[in-house]
């Protein structure tokens, strides 16, 4: 999906865990976050940031549909969605909106965003409703009493969208950054979902954006092609598996996207540390490994919330703005490129979770993946040491080999011997084995 036509819109495969093209050819998801660029972006700085991702390996650019409170202030420049039923806002973040009045403006240049990123190779994974306009959703972050949509307002709004991009490339993603608990939050977003399911007429995937798991939520209703999951802003690599796991387990199957791990250069869980490109692999391949084999999305502080040089954001400090165009370049979006690269020149969509291969208590920080006829194997380790593998059923034929994740050097490791293969890591930080048979 390097170069993607405009109505080559990605598909369940039969496996029911993995996306293709609707002409069966395997899709990685490797995406990036811009959730604030429909607000704040100039044209100029959407078409050299989409440019530059298109250019890096990216293909797909998750983003919300309407201006976002956590971005850079203004968080909308001269373009708003609705009608404002009050002029000015309080804090800057939290406006009141008069969401039956459209501004065809603002969804005209939204529609010319998506049009030029579908131009360029890459899909767009679109939110419809962020959590701050649906009314008493998670009231420790917006004032429970604010207004928000109601639940006829949004399923309009939702088929709006159907509708006014009935040309594009996307996939709705129905809510975003929402945990589903209060009176009536899950059954305001289920009645959007079905409007929304109901009025694609395409075949584009609906999903939703949780704060942690979709599937707790909605894993059984019919709108929801597959499951998202948000594992987390921390350096901490054991939560990310456990998550993706607990997904990948549900029943009946539906594939697995960690859409939000780890950002690089966020705070670390609202420490001043940053989280670096060895904590985003780390919780980005733990997660692949463990189920979310569809893909994955990078994220990077400045570019989701689209910062610039001297704008302000309350939730950071002068010291901890990083411009967006700074941040295009964090290493960290190289090494999900390299691993998309790497995966992709294997048969990654035959692999499932094998944490039974494991052997001698390396489960818990280990994460392994096979394929079922025993050709493919890969295990991921989070930083220097040994594993332990049960290796029956493999290809005694194949050649084991260490991959960097951080540069893509290779080093041979220990033959198969039998059974078992004991393997030691050559690398000072983290490490992928391999174990491919090509016959």
């Not at 420490?271 to 060895?278: A, G, H």
Request: charged residues 25%; negative net charge; glycine residues 8%.
């Amino acid at each position: 999906m390097t170069e993607m036509d405009i109505h080559d819109y990605i598909q369940i495969a039969p496996n029911r865990r993995s996306f293709q093209t609707r002409d069966g050819v395997p899709v990685f998801w490797l995406g990036d976050t811009a959730w604030s660029c429909p607000g704040r972006a100039s044209w100029e700085e959407w078409t050299e940031y989409v440019d530059e991702r298109a250019r890096q390996g990216f293909n797909v650019i998750q983003m919300n549909a309407l201006p976002q409170h956590d971005a850079y202030q203004p968080i909308f420049q001269g373009r708003k969605p609705f009608a404002l039923l009050e002029e000015k806002s309080e804090d800057g973040r939290i406006f009141k909106w008069n969401y039956d009045e459209i501004d065809e403006a603002y969804f005209d240049t939204l529609s010319r965003m998506i049009e030029y990123a579908n131009g360029k190779g890459m899909l767009v994974a679109l939110i419809v409703v962020w959590f701050e306009h649906v009314p008493g959703s998670r009231p420790t972050v917006i004032p429970p009493d604010h207004p928000g949509m109601s639940v006829r307002q949004a399923t309009e709004f939702g088929c709006y969208l159907v509708r006014k991009m009935r040309d594009l490339n996307v996939v709705w993603i129905i809510s975003g950054d929402d945990d589903y608990v209060g009176d009536g939050i899950a059954e305001f977003y289920d009645a959007v979902g079905k409007a929304v399911k109901e009025a694609e007429l395409y075949g584009r995937l609906v999903t939703t954006h949780p704060v942690v798991k979709s599937g707790d939520a909605y894993h059984h209703a019919e709108w929801l092609d597959f499951n998202m999951v948000q594992t987390g802003h921390g350096n901490g690599h054991h939560r990310p598996p456990m998550l993706v796991r607990e997904e990948w387990d549900k029943m009946p199957p539906k594939p697995v996207l960690n859409a939000e791990p780890c950002y690089e250069w966020h705070p670390d869980c609202g420490r001043k540390d940053p989280v670096l490109r060895i904590g985003v692999r780390r919780a980005c391949w733990r997660s692949v490994l463990a189920g979310s084999l569809t893909g994955l999305t990078y994220g990077a502080e400045g570019i989701w919330n689209w910062a610039r040089k001297g704008d302000f954001n309350r939730n950071r400090s002068p010291e901890q703005v990083h411009p967006w165009q700074e941040a295009l370049k964090l290493p960290g979006a190289q090494d999900l490129v390299r691993m998309k690269r790497l995966l992709t020149a294997l048969p990654w969509q035959d692999l499932k979770p094998a944490q039974e291969r494991l052997l001698n208590g390396s489960q818990e920080n280990v994460n392994a993946a096979a394929s079922a006829d025993g050709r493919l194997l890969l295990a991921y380790l989070p930083e220097k040491g040994t594993i332990e593998l049960d290796v029956s059923g493999l290809d005694t034929n194949s050649a084991p080999y260490w991959w960097n994740p951080e540069s893509g050097e290779q080093v041979a490791a220990a033959p198969i011997g039998g059974c078992r293969l004991i393997a030691s890591s050559p690398f000072e930080q983290d490490a992928l084995l391999i174990i491919h048979s090509l016959s």
